[in-house]
């Protein structure tokens, strides 16, 4: 069964500092990850997904993440954080389509940018 | 274009009481889901469904049962509430096939009270 392991229920960075949010996966067969992000009082957006194509994927806002199979890790990273950044990330991750696909989602982590 | 409904956005039932979230999409999605958020605990599939006429559990099914007549809606029922079913709950919805899955859509969620 697939599933996803965020380390670190917690990150604070300052405002221009480097955005590290970290993923690691487990699955029995390729997978589809995903992040997502939650503002407050809402649902969930997509950040950007990765899908067996390049295993560097570009999202909106700035955000980026890298597929890296020998470590079972799909890494959130931003350049540099801006205080709108501040909000909780998920990753998520499924096994794919078929008769038995679910979407599984890990702890999250919440983003504080400190000015 | 709406995408995911919820409904009701926020409901206070006391135990033992029964109720149904609806939730309806109109993207003409295959796959949905349900999902509850605590604090800390991310988000946990409660039960989905791959297509009309077809669910499955989740992580976290006891207590709550799901529908699935048409390609549209998704209704999840709580038959005698309890105090540990206080969560926001979260309906999605996504496309898929055996080889290729869609980003998941999230509704803005209901939050749901027990006392």
């Known amino acids: 069964a697939q599933s996803v392991t965020q380390l670190g229920s917690h990150v604070s960075v300052s405002e221009g500092a480097l955005v590290l949010l970290r993923c690691n996966y487990s699955s029995s067969v390729p997978p589809y990850l995903f992040w997502y992000v939650q503002y407050p009082n809402q649902g969930l957006q997509l950040l950007l997904k990765?899908?067996?194509?390049?295993?560097l994927v570009k999202g909106i806002n700035g955000f980026e993440a890298e597929f890296k199979k020998s470590e079972t890790s799909f890494h959130l990273t931003k350049p540099s954080a801006h205080m709108s950044d501040a909000a909780e990330y998920f990753c998520?991750?499924?096994?794919?389509?078929?008769?038995?696909?679910?979407?599984?989602f890990g702890t999250g982590t919440l983003l504080a940018v400190q000015p | 274009n709406a995408g995911v409904t919820q409904t009701p956005k926020f409901r206070i039932l006391k135990i033992g009481q029964s109720m149904t979230l609806q939730c309806t999409q109109d993207?003409?999605?295959?796959?949905m889901y349900w999902y509850r958020q605590d604090p800390g605990m991310g988000l946990k599939l409660i039960y989905y469904?791959?297509?009309?006429?077809?669910?499955d559990k989740g992580e976290v099914p006891n207590g709550y049962n799901v529908s699935r007549s048409t390609t549209e809606d998704f209704p999840l029922r709580l038959e005698l509430a309890a105090p540990s079913q206080t969560s926001v709950y979260f309906c999605?919805?996504?496309?898929?096939?055996?080889?290729?899955?869609?980003?998941?859509?999230f509704g803005q969620g209901t939050r749901l009270t027990v006392v």
């Open positions: 469904s791959v297509g009309a006429g077809i669910t």
């Open positions: 999605a919805s996504s496309s898929g096939t055996n080889t290729v899955l869609t980003e998941a859509f």
């Open positions: 993207m003409n999605h295959n796959y």
């Open positions: 990765y899908t067996s194509a390049a295993t």
């Open positions: 998520a991750v499924s096994e794919g389509g078929g008769a038995t696909n679910k979407l599984i």
